[in-house]
C-alpha cells in the first residue's frame, strides 16, 4: 500500500519526511522533483514538495490583446484555471497513479488549502484513492506525528473561498488595470502600466491620505509657559495648566503677572500605582508591526524569516488571526526547555513563581495558536541553522513575546505635583518603575525613569526660570509600515498572508517607498491616488474591499455558496467600473498631465519651470515653424513664450531675473533672454542683473575699465566713456581673477589656449612689469 503526501514546499516536505520515518528517508526524483520515500506502518510512504501555487487563474488567450479587446468584458468573463508549473503537474499525475492514498499537507490556512486542492484536483485525473488532511501548526515530532495519524477531511469551503478571491482579484485588476492604461497613453507618451489593484490600491490610498492631510496642513501659533523648578538639590519642570494657549495675549498675560515671581507652593501631591499589562500573544498582524517598529524588518521580509523559522522547526506556523492560547497549552515544558539557554534567569523567575498564567489576548481564529517558539535554543544557533539575515533577531522577538506572556505586569509608580505660582498652576509629573515584571525580558518597550524631589504639600519650591515660548502646530507624521498594517487590518484589506505583499507590490509600482521607518509616497503615486480619489473615490477607500474580503469569509465559513459570492463580488467590480468610465476625461487629464510633466521636468535640456497659469510644466517646444516656451497642460493651459528665432539656446539655471521672467536663457553664447519678458541688454535692470566685469582704474579719468565682448572682438573699455580703450588677447578662454597686479592693481586675467599651457598677465599698458610672462600652469 502506498500513501502519497503533498505539502507546500520541499522543506515542509523534508522536514516531515524525517519526523514520520524517524529520520531515514530516501529521496529520488520525480519529473525533476525531490521525492521522499520511506516505510511507516508496514506502508510505503511518498513525501513531495510543491511550490506553493501550481495553477492559476487567467483570461482566455483571444482576450489578452489589450488594443482590440474592451476591458469591461473581463468583468463578466469566467477565468480559467490552468497549470503555471509544469514539472509539479507532472510530478503528481506520476505519484497520484500508484497512490492508494493520498495526504494533503500544506499550511492549513486559506491558501494553503488551495494549493492542496490544486494537486487533488490533479491527481484526481488520474487516480480514485480517498484523500485526506493533515493540519498542524509547526513541525515538531509530537504535532505532526499526530496529525498524520488521523487526518481529517480536506475543506472544501475553504479552499473554494481562495479561488473566489482570485478571480474577484483578477477581475478588477486586469479589467481597471488596461481601462486607465489604455486611456492615459492617448493623452500621454508612457510605456508604464498604470497598475489597479483591489488591495494594492486601497493600501496606497491610505499613504496617500496622510501625505495629503501633510501638504494641506496649516501650522497655527500657540504659546506654552514653562517653568524650571528646585527643591532638595533636584529641578523639575513644569507646565502651566493651560497647556498650548491660541491667544497670544492671554499667554502675554498670565506671563507678565508671574515672571518676576522667585517660589512656587506645592498645593497638591498624588502618587500612584500603575500595573502595565504584557503585550498580548502575537498573530500575524502584531508580529509583523513589531518586527517592523523594533527590529526595522519591512512586513515582508519578517514574514518571510518567520516562515524559514516555522520550516526549521524552531517556531509555530506564522500565519494566525489567533492571540490566544488555548486552555490545555503545555506552557511549562517549553519554559523548561528554555532553562538552558540565554533566557535562562527569565525562565527559572516564571517557573519560581508557581503556576503560570498566561497574558492571553481576546481573538481566536479557530486556525493555529499564536506564534511561539517550538525549540528552545540560543540566538547564534538559529543564524547558525537559518540562512537568511536577520532569522536570529526575529526568533528571539519571538521567543522574548512569548516569555514576557507569562511574567508578571511591569509595576510603575507614578507621581503628580501641582505647583501654585501667584495663582497660576503648574503641573509636574514623574514615574519611576518599582518591578519590571515583563520588561525584564523585553528591552524592545522604553522604561525610563523620571523622579521627582521628595516634596510634600504646602512646601516651597524655587523658581529657576520662567519661559512663554511660542511654538506652532506641526504637520501628521508620515505613516511607518507598522501603522499602515494597523490601518489595512482594521478596514480589512488583505488577510494576514497577504499584506505585506500588498504593501511591497506598492513599492515595486514606484507608487511609495520606505525611508528609514517610514513610508514617502512618490509622484507617480500620489497622482494616481489624487486622480481616483476625485473622481472614483470607491476605488481608493477600503470599503468595497473589504465587503469583498467579507463575501471571500463568508465562503470559507459555509455561509455563502462560493457562485453567489463571486456574482456579488462581480457587481460590486461592475459598479466602479461604471464609475471610472464616467469620470475617464477627469482622471485622464490628471494623470496625463502628472506623466506629461514627470517627462518635462527630467527633459534637462528643455525645462524651464512652473507655469504660473496652471502650475504644470513649462518647457522649449520647437516646431518646423519655429520654437517657443509651451505648457504640459495645453490645450486646457495656452499659456506660451516667444523664444529668439535663431542662435543656440542655453538654460542658466542660477541665474534669476529681477523682472520675474520664468527663466533666463544664454542665447548663441551672446546674450541673455528671459522667458516672458525678452532680451536682457533691452531691459532697464540689465546693469543689475549683469554688471559690468571690471579689470580696473580708467589710467585717463576716475572711470572704470571693463570687458566689452563683441561678435568678433573682446577689448577693455571705460565706463565713464572717456575714450579710453586696451586691447586684449583675441585667442583662448578668458578669465578674470580676483588676485591683483602688485605694482598698478588691476586684477590679473587668464588666457588659456586649445594645447597650450594656461597664463596669467597684466593687461595694463602703463604697467609693464607683468607682461607676457607666465605666471602658472594647468
Known sequence: MTVVVFTEKNKAASQIANILSGGKPDRKLVEGVPVYVFRRDGKEWQVMGLSGHIMGYDFPQELNDWRS???????????????????????ILSLARGADGIILACDFDREGENIGFEAKELAAR??????????????????????????????????????????????????????????VRERARTKDI??????????????????????????????????????????????????????????????????ACKTGLVTKKSVTEVKTNAPFPLNTTEFL????????????????????????????YPRTETNKYADDFDFRSKVIAFTSTEYRDHALAILSAGDIAVRNGTKDGHDHPPIHPIKAVAVKEVDKAVKVEGAGKVYD?????????????????????????????????????????????????????????????????????????????????????????????????GTKATAPSHIETNKKRGYFETKGKTIVIQETGFSLMDALSNSVPLVVKPEIRARIESLVQEVEEGSKKFEVAVAEGT?????????????????????????????????????????????????????????????????????????????????????ECLKGGAAVIKVANKYCWAVGIGPCFACDRAKECYPPEVVGQCPVCDGEMFLITTKNSRFLGCSKRCGRTQSLPQEGRLTILDRRCEVCGWKMIRIKEKDKEAIEICVNRSCGKNQGKKRSSN
Open 69 to 91: 479587446v474592451d476591458p469591461a468584458i473581463l468583468i463578466d468573463t469566467q477565468p480559467i484555471k490552468t497549470v503555471t508549473k509544469k514539472p509539479f503537474a507532472d510530478a
Open 126 to 183: 488520474v487516480s480514485r484513492a480517498p484523500v485526506k488532511r493533515a493540519r498542524f501548526s509547526s513541525l515538531s515530532v509530537s504535532e505532526i506525528t499526530k496529525a498524520f495519524d488521523a487526518p481529517l477531511e480536506p475543506d472544501t469551503a475553504m479552499a473554494m473561498s481562495a479561488d473566489a478571491r482570485q478571480i474577484l482579484d483578477l477581475k478588477m485588476g486586469a479589467a481597471f488595470t488596461r481601462y486607465l492604461t489604455l486611456a
Open 194 to 259: 498604470l497598475s489597479i489593484g483591489p488591495c494594492q490600491t486601497p493600501t496606497c490610498g491610505f499613504v496617500y491620505e496622510r501625505e495629503k492631510a501633510i501638504k494641506e496642513f496649516s501650522p497655527e501659533d500657540f504659546w506654552k509657559i514653562e517653568a524650571l523648578f528646585h527643591a532638595k538639590d533636584m529641578d523639575l519642570k513644569g507646565v502651566h495648566r493651560a497647556g498650548n494657549i491660541r491667544d497670544k495675549a492671554k499667554a502675554a498675560e498670565i506671563f507678565d503677572r508671574i515672571r
Open 289 to 316: 508591526k513589531r518586527a517592523s517598529k523594533f527590529l526595522n524588518i519591512s512586513p515582508e521580509s519578517a514574514l518571510e524569516i518567520a516562515e524559514q523559522l516555522y520550516l526549521n522547526g524552531f517556531t509555530s
Open 397 to 493: 522577538l519571538i521567543a522574548r513575546h512569548f516569555l514576557a506572556n507569562l511574567m508578571p505586569v511591569a509595576l510603575f509608580e507614578k507621581t503628580h505635583l501641582e505647583i501654585t505660582v501667584k495663582e497660576e498652576l503648574f503641573d509636574s509629573s514623574g514615574s519611576v518603575m518599582k518591578n519590571e515584571g515583563w520588561m525584564a525580558v523585553y528591552p524592545f518597550e522604553t522604561k525610563n525613569d523620571k523622579f521627582l524631589p521628595d516634596v510634600q504639600p504646602n512646601e516651597e519650591v524655587k523658581v529657576k526660570k520662567l519661559e512663554n515660548i511660542a511654538s506652532k502646530t506641526t504637520p501628521p507624521k508620515h505613516l511607518t509600515e507598522a501603522e499602515l498594517l494597523t490601518l489595512m487590518d482594521k478596514h480589512g484589506i
Open 571 to 655: 457587481e460590486l467590480i461592475r459598479m466602479m467600473y461604471a464609475q471610472l468610465t464616467e469620470s475617464r476625461d477627469s482622471i485622464v487629464s490628471r494623470l496625463a498631465g502628472s506623466i506629461n510633466d514627470g517627462t518635462a521636468t527630467e527633459d534637462k535640456k528643455n525645462y524651464i519651470g512652473k507655469c504660473p497659469d496652471c502650475g504644470h510644466v513649462l518647457r522649449i517646444i520647437s516646431t518646423d515653424k519655429g520654437r517657443f516656451v509651451g505648457c504640459t497642460g495645453y490645450p486646457q493651459c495656452r499659456n506660451t513664450y516667444p523664444l529668439p528665432r535663431d542662435g543656440a539656446l542655453s538654460i542658466l539655471r542660477s541665474k
